[in-house]
C-alpha cells in the first residue's frame, strides 16, 4: 500500500526554526514528486511547493519562494518542509502529497494524513 | 498565479445532480486537460476524487464526473447522497507549478 506518513503536530514561538517530515513508502520514493500544500484553519487549500527526491529538483510556488525550505533525504525515503523563522502567520495544517505524473497528466494522490503547526508566543 | 474560481457553497437534495465549476485561465486550466478534484471531510485529508479531467481512481463511485469546456472544469454529483456532504476543491498544472481553486462547500438538505 502506498502510504505516506507525516510527522506529529507541533507548538512553537515566533522566531523560531522548525522542520516537519513526510515519510514514503509502499512504493519507489525517488521516482514520485512530493508536493506540500498549506490549509489555514477554516480556509483552503494552497500548494507550496514540490520535490523530486531522486535529484532534489525543487519548484516553489511564488507565494512560499523564500519562505519555506523544501528538501529530501531519500535515503530513508522523507520528504521535508522546514521554516528558520516562524511567524504567527504560519499557523496551519500542512500536507504532503504524491504526484502521479503520466505523459502529460499529473495529480496528486495519496495524500499525508497532515501536520498542525501551531505558532504562538 | 491565482487561485482557481470555484463557488463558495453549492447544495442539493438526495438523489439530485449538483456541479461544481472551477474557472482558471489560458495559463492553467485552458491549456492542459489536467485538472484533478480532491474531496476533504472536516478534519481530515484531501482525497482524489477526479484526474485526468474525467477519470475515477479505483473505489469512487461512478456518480462523480469531471468535464471541461475552455478555461472552466466542472465535477458533477449525480444521485446525491448525504456522505457526499463536503468540501470539494479542484487543482491544475499550470506549467512547473499548481494552482487549487478556493474549494466550496456541498450541502446535502
Known amino acids: 500500500e502506498v502510504q505516506l506518513v507525516q510527522s506529529g503536530a507541533e507548538v512553537k514561538k515566533p522566531g523560531e526554526s522548525l522542520k516537519i517530515s513526510c515519510k514514503g513508502s509502499g512504493y519507489r520514493f525517488t521516482s514520485y514528486w512530493i508536493g506540500w500544500v498549506r490549509q489555514m484553519s477554516g480556509k483552503g487549500l494552497e500548494w507550496m511547493g514540490i ?33 528558520s523563522s516562524l511567524r504567527a502567520s504560519d499557523t496551519a495544517m500542512y500536507y504532503c502529497a504524491r504526484l502521479e505524473w503520466v ?19 | 498565479q491565482s487561485a482557481l474560481t470555484q463557488p463558495a457553497s453549492v447544495s442539493g437534495s438526495p438523489g439530485q445532480s449538483i456541479t461544481i465549476s ?13 485538472v484533478s478534484w480532491y474531496q476533504q471531510y472536516p ?37 446525491l447522497q448525504a ?14 507549478l499548481w494552482v487549487f481553486g478556493g474549494g466550496t462547500k456541498l450541502t446535502v438538505l
Not at chain 2, 472551477?22 to 489536467?34: A, R
Open chain 1, 103 to 121: 505523459g502529460e497528466s499529473n495529480w496528486f494522490d495519496p495524500w499525508g494524513q497532515g501536520t498542525l503547526v501551531t505558532v504562538s508566543s
Open chain 1, 51 to 83: 520535490i523530486y527526491p531522486g535529484d532534489s529538483d525543487t519548484r516553489y510556488s511564488p507565494s512560499f519562494q523564500g519562505q519555506v525550505t523544501i528538501s529530501a533525504d531519500k535515503s530513508i525515503s522523507t520528504a521535508y518542509l522546514q521554516w
Open chain 2, 43 to 79: 478534519g481530515k485529508a484531501p482525497k482524489l476524487m477526479i484526474y485526468e479531467g474525467n477519470k475515477r481512481p479505483s473505489g469512487v463511485s461512478n456518480r462523480f464526473s469531471g468535464s471541461k469546456s475552455g478555461n472552466t472544469a466542472s465535477l458533477t454529483i449525480s444521485g
Open chain 2, 22 to 34: 472551477c474557472t482558471g485561465t489560458s495559463s492553467d486550466v485552458g491549456s492542459y486537460n489536467l
Open chain 2, 83 to 96: 456522505e457526499d456532504e463536503a468540501d470539494y476543491y479542484c487543482c491544475s498544472y499550470a506549467g512547473s
